[in-house]
């Protein structure tokens, strides 16, 4: 950790400088106890707002004083300005930080704010109406001499204007919402059907998300790589970059691994992008922290594709290498300070990645998302060199109604490689319970060989998954590792198991076995396992390897720290039940085993198999969320691929399809209806 | 032997049940008879009565029959109906060579209808009895064998059983029985009808002795069915097991119900919709293996303390998860499980009937290696209130810990029982009882944390400090009144302009632990995140506890 904070600055002894009294966080989550947290440092009282659900969030409690602001659903509570402005009143702030999201680009919100003689830590009205419209900030752009994408700069009235537009602009092209972000209102379109479609989707959801369903279309760069320029502006004419942020990693449009710097950028490359990025913040007066996104394309190409007039989601990895407090920055300038530094003060110390930890099951189109209760949650905060923002703790609900992030996990390192090997280290040491979560697939990220060796583009999953994520492909050592760690579990929780304390009338247990004869399952493969005991040493004979297996054995212990064949690992068990099931998190992703002796196991070919449920006639929703439309009634005929109905969760809309050609029997939902993963849609004959 | 006889006429009282012993008896009987035959004539390699063999090959020989039951081809029957056979059982739910076999001689001595013919004579009869260890610790058990007459009881099974349950009452040490029978053994009538008076008779005798465990991984039907009702605990196997007192067969003729075996008494049934099982497993093996790590939990009898365990959870372990588990609005559900995950040591709750009568929540659990007995209110399910089926289920389980010395926590969040005329038309009102009078009889040590909600009557039922609860604890989430606050000023301010008002009064009066923490009705209002640390500590301190009722013969509870 010691790493991490002189390099990002936490520990730097602030400057006794006159700032706000009371800074309002008109956000929530991870962020808002982000920002919570520098106002500690800086001496600066802090206001929380949430909504009823929320009222004993992280958020909440750390903050010195809290307002509700309303109901559960955003736009009753986040998103409703006017209890937001009282609360203000009320708590006599002198300053708001909107965090990102939610009300952090609207210029309504800033405009109040700013009648109210409030400080709004951020840009101007005009600078986030300039950069908050992409059709203008794309005019600016060009007039700033940045790089552009080729496309159409006006607002698409409807589907046929689209396919005319789009036949021009060639394909494929891509359909965004004009008041969007965040991947929110997009869709990519590579013929005229896709594009009515792509249409109708994005105003939808522009609609819903933004409450603008303006769109506009553009060529869109195949295979390119996502690279953004952090910019920091005072309010004086001075603005600093500080350097890039690879985002390629994505999925749906929304990242999933960042990191910070690009193995990508040539340093000509970078400053060339960096001083783009500065003169487009000078243009609009741009003051505070800003991110200025392009895409880049294989031959170092760059394109502007939007400015972000907030403080990203990604922003900490900046910070571990820069050493800035970017949220004490933004404070800073929001009182009218000079930047404190010069463009050569802006180092680039070290490497840092972030992963961004999610409520989603990552087997289902690289994330769904999935609610719950943490029933159990421990960062791995005691490693060195890991931050994790995050703005829950063991006992929260990640609901349907907010982003089901977790956490950014950002591990630090002086070279990549040492904050590869620390992210591995630090997502095993993750425990995660109650909830389905992505780090199956954020372990195999980030030790895929062409994201080690940096060949990345923003379709890295789809090309690396074409299939969809199927977890971690074990290799034949890698198997035997996992066989041997449940066959040695198994041992250890038998042997405890036949301890009793205080007992006289238990018998003598019959000298300590220390040789078992076990079938483990796995896979459906069966395997017959030796296992010899030495203390808490184990050795497993599988198919004549031999595999060393010692550890703590620690049955409470949400984590196994172990030495397998002398190398080191976590793992951690998620299932241990008297029928001999074991389930393991072995190299991020979880693996179900079945551990019986030789003579269960012998038995258990007696038993009859369970027939499971003939999934293809009956649609369950994916995840939890509500209706938004049903296709179908009872005795319609319905072609294979057919949409039956949409779900939205999560404010992503996603369309539920027929699996095959049939005759829906029964519809078991209707349009607004709340439903839960698993729950019974449509039923076909 | 007095009551011995007089329960043995009190069968008559079981007369209109003839039939259907009957009838189950028959149909597999009919089906084995004729397979066991066949058997016989193709191995017809036994006759030992032929050459006059020595002793010791005749042992041997009869050792060999016992080992195989009914024969190769009833196994491999045994097995495609996807069971084990009596013998794999025992050897999969006993320690390896641990088990001692009683009885492996004995015989039917029937000589009706032609079953005192040699090949009718299967050494050990339809069962298997004996004794072996668990995890080291000692228990008697019982196996009906279905490969031998169907498992039909006889006299001299019945008697087999009665030995080893004899023994295990006078060496403390609990009883189970694993039932796989088609009903009475029919050649031998009365002879099998007094087998069964006599097992339930011992189940009887040993009820609150020793701990009596059912596993029906079978046929269990007719009068058979009330020697499993009398035990502490029935387990049914998912598919392959069925409890009925009549078959669909009967049940078509008699009220002309069409009704599957399944349906009728399958695991299903008895799990969810009577009661009569408390918990049902995927299979044979399942089964087995979890009846192994169950009875883990339990004492060996009413002489011996809560086993304690190695324990690797942290005894003053905080969950900073509780303190946000109670939701903020009082009307919203939680789940009670979260809580009681959340305190006992590793997570490990042995939930008992968890899909029957789930708006309370029964089961065993660790804290600090000791066995507790876990009872909980269930927000989540008609928002935890009491009515008869909960309240009966509560009963019966605090009961067997308290016969059984294991220390009861339970936790309340109950808004009273359940109104209207079912339930009223049903009785709740003395079936309330029970669960009332178990917690007020009970002298097990005693903690209660009120999570939530105590209203009314109920809040005395769930062992409140009124009927001797030893610790009782208050979340600061906790409500203790008479009623919620709706209720409550619709009486008191009858007629008053201003209900709102009045309901804010009465909220900030009784909607919290004060009224009942002043009156030292709760002992102490705890951070709910250091319950596990409190609950560990208390019963440390309560391992000694010594609490007597007055003599009597028995108590009369309101059944």
């Not at chain 1, 170092?300 to 939007?306: A, G, Q, T």
């Not at chain 1, 690289?366 to 905060?381: A, C, K, T, V, W």
């Not at chain 2, 228990?139 to 009906?144: A, D, E, K, L, N």
């Not at chain 2, 789940?335 to 008992?352: P, S």
Request: proline share 4%.
């Amino acid at each position: 950790m010691a790493a991490y904070r002189s390099a990002a600055g936490f520990q730097r002894v602030l400057h006794a400088v006159k700032t706000f009294d009371k800074i309002l966080i008109a956000n929530r989550g991870e962020i808002a106890c982000r920002v919570i947290k520098t106002c500690k440092k800086m001496g600066i009282k802090t206001v929380a707002v949430h909504s009823d659900v929320d009222s004993s969030a992280v958020h909440v409690k750390m903050a010195d004083e809290a307002v509700c602001v309303g109901p559960a659903p955003t736009n009753k509570s986040y998103l409703n300005m006017d209890a937001i402005m009282n609360a203000i009143k009320q708590t006599g702030a002198q300053a708001v930080h909107p965090g990102y999201g939610f009300l952090s680009e609207n210029k309504e919100f800033a405009k109040r704010l700013a009648a109210e003689g409030v400080s709004f830590i951020g840009p101007d009205t005009h600078a986030i109406q300039a950069m908050g419209d992409k059709i203008e900030s794309k005019l600016i752009a060009k007039a700033a001499k940045v790089n552009t994408i080729p496309g159409y700069d006006g607002v698409v009235k409807d589907a046929e204007e689209a396919v005319k537009i789009a036949g021009e602009i060639g394909y494929p092209v891509m359909i965004k919402a004009s008041a969007g972000g965040g991947g929110k209102g997009m869709r990519i379109a590579w013929n005229d059907e896709e594009t009515r479609e792509g249409f109708r989707f994005s105003s939808q959801e522009a609609a819903s998300s933004f409450g603008d369903d303006r769109l506009l279309i553009e060529k869109f760069i195949d295979n390119p790589r996502h690279i953004e320029i952090q910019v920091l502006a005072d309010k004086h004419g001075n603005a600093l970059w500080l350097n890039e942020r690879e985002c390629s990693i994505q999925r749906r449009n929304q990242k999933v691994v960042e990191e910070a710097p690009s193995t990508f950028l040539d340093p000509d490359t970078r400053r060339a992008m960096g001083e783009q990025a500065v003169s487009l913040a000078k243009a609009v007066k741009y003051s505070s922290a800003g991110t200025v996104e392009f895409l880049v394309d294989s031959k170092k190409n760059f394109y502007f594709l939007e400015m972000n007039t907030r403080l990203q989601v990604e922003h900490p990895i900046t910070e571990c290498i820069t050493g800035l407090d970017l949220v004490q920055q933004m404070i800073r300038i929001a009182m009218g300070y000079k930047l404190q530094h010069k463009q050569s003060d802006i180092p680039i110390n070290g490497w840092a990645i972030e992963s961004r930890v999610y409520a989603e099951d990552p087997y289902k189109s690289f994330g769904l998302p999935s609610i719950g209760r943490l029933s159990q949650y421990q960062e791995p905060l005691d490693l060195h060199n890991v931050r994790v923002d995050s703005g829950i703790e063991e006992g929260s609900d990640i609901s349907i109604y907010y982003d089901p992030m977790i956490s950014k996990l950002v591990t630090y390192g002086k070279t990549r490689e040492e904050a590869l090997k620390k992210m591995e280290e630090a997502l095993d040491n993750y425990v995660i319970r109650g909830v389905t979560h992505n780090i199956p697939l954020l372990r195999e990220i980030i030790v895929h060989p062409r994201f080690v060796s940096g060949d990345i583009s923003t379709k890295f999953l789809p090309e690396v998954y074409p299939d969809g994520f199927k977890g971690h492909m074990l290799t034949a050592g890698e198997r035997r590792e996992l066989l041997a760690t449940a066959a040695a579990l198994y041992v250890a929780a038998q042997l405890r198991s036949q301890k009793f304390l205080g007992d006289l009338r238990v018998s003598v247990v019959p000298a300590e076995s220390r040789q078992w004869e076990l079938c483990v399952e796995l896979d459906k493969g069966l395997h017959m396992l030796g296992v010899s005991r030495s203390g808490n040493n184990y050795t497993v004979e599988i198919d004549g390897e031999k595999v060393e297996v010692s550890g703590e054995w620690n049955l409470a212990s949400a984590l196994l720290p172990l030495t397998i064949n002398g190398k080191h690992r976590t793992l951690q068990c998620l299932l241990r039940t008297a029928a001999g099931e074991i389930t393991l998190q072995y190299l991020g992703t979880s693996f179900k085993l079945r551990v019986l002796s030789k003579l269960a196991a012998s038995l258990s070919k007696h038993m009859p198999e369970k027939v499971p449920e003939d999934t293809s006639s009956i649609l369950r929703s994916p995840m939890p969320g509500s209706v938004v439309a049903v296709s179908v009634k009872p005795g319609d005929n319905v072609a294979e691929g057919q949409e039956i109905c949409v779900i939205e969760a999560m404010k992503m809309q996603n369309s539920m399809t027929a699996a095959k050609a049939a005759k829906v029997k029964s519809v078991h939902c209707k349009a607004g209806d709340t439903v839960g993963e698993g729950d019974l849609l449509v039923e076909l004959e | 032997m007095a009551t011995y006889t007089l329960m043995r006429s009190s069968l008559g009282l079981l007369h209109g049940l003839k039939c259907s012993f009957k009838s189950v008896g028959q149909i597999p009987y009919g089906a084995a008879a004729g397979a066991v035959t066949q058997v016989k004539g193709l191995q017809n390699a036994r006759g030992y009565s032929v050459n006059h063999p020595s002793v010791q090959e005749r042992i041997e020989k009869k050792r060999q029959a016992a080992l195989t039951g009914g024969g190769q081809l009833r196994i491999a029957a045994q097995h495609k109906r996807g069971k084990l056979t009596a013998r794999e059982r025992l050897e999969l739910l006993l320690d390896p060579d641990s088990f001692v076999e009683y009885d492996m001689f004995v015989e039917h001595r029937c000589s009706d209808f032609g079953m005192e013919a040699d090949h009718n004579k299967y050494p050990g009869d339809s069962v298997v009895t004996g004794q072996g260890r668990i995890n080291g610790r000692l228990v008697y058990v019982f196996s009906q064998d279905f490969t031998v007459f169907g498992g039909s009881l006889s006299g001299a099974h019945a008697q087999k059983i009665c030995k080893i349950m004899d023994q295990a009452m006078m060496v403390g040490a609990p009883v189970i029985g694993l039932n796989d029978s088609g009903g009475a053994r029919i050649q031998e009538g009365v002879e099998s009808l007094a087998g069964y008076a006599d097992i339930f008779l011992r189940n009887v005798m040993s009820s609150g002795v020793v701990p009596q465990i059912s596993l029906i991984m079978g046929p269990c039907a007719g009068g058979a069915v009330y020697s499993p009702a009398l035990t502490d605990f029935t387990f049914m196997v998912k598919d392959t097991s069925y409890l009925f007192i009549t078959g669909p067969d009967v049940v078509k003729s008699v009220t002309n119900e069409d009704v599957s075996q399944e349906e009728l008494g399958g695991a299903k049934t008895h799990t969810t919709v009577s009661g009569v099982a408390h918990r049902a497993f995927e299979n044979d093996v399942d089964a087995l293996l979890n009846l192994r790590d169950f009875f883990n939990f339990l004492p060996l009898s009413n002489k011996d303390p809560a086993p304690v365990t190695e324990c690797h959870d942290p005894r003053d372990r905080l969950v900073p998860g509780l303190d946000t588990v109670v939701p903020f609005e009082s009307t919203k559900a939680y789940d009670m499980l979260d809580i009681v995950h959340g305190i006992v040591d590793e997570r490990e709750f042995f939930e008992i009937m968890p899909n029957y009568a789930k708006n309370i929540v029964v089961g065993f659990a660790r804290m600090n290696g000791r066995t507790v007995g876990i009872v909980g209110n269930q927000p989540k399910v008609a928002s935890g209130c009491l009515d008869i089926n909960s309240s009966v289920k509560g009963a019966r389980f605090v009961r067997f810990c308290d016969a059984f010395n294991i220390p009861i926590i339970t936790f309340v969040d109950v808004p009273g029982f359940l109104p209207g005329t079912a339930q009223e038309y049903g009785g709740i009102i003395r079936h309330g009882a029970k669960l009332l009078y178990a917690f007020a009889e009970a002298t097990v040590p005693k903690i209660t944390v009120i999570t939530r909600k105590a209203y009314g009557g109920a809040y005395d039922v769930m062992s409140s400090k009124h009927l001797r609860g030893d610790v009782n604890y208050a979340w600061p989430s906790a409500e203790v009144a008479v009623m919620g606050a709706k209720g409550a000023v619709q009486i008191i301010f009858r007629g008053k302009e201003n209900q709102a008002e009045a309901e804010a009064e009465y909220v900030e009066k009784f909607a919290n632990p004060f009224p009942a923490a002043v009156r030292g009705f709760v002992d102490d209002i705890i951070q709910p995140s250091t319950t596990r640390k409190r609950i560990c500590r208390d019963l440390e301190v309560l391992a000694s506890k010594k609490q007597t009722n007055p003599w009597k013969k028995h108590a009369n509870i309101p059944l």
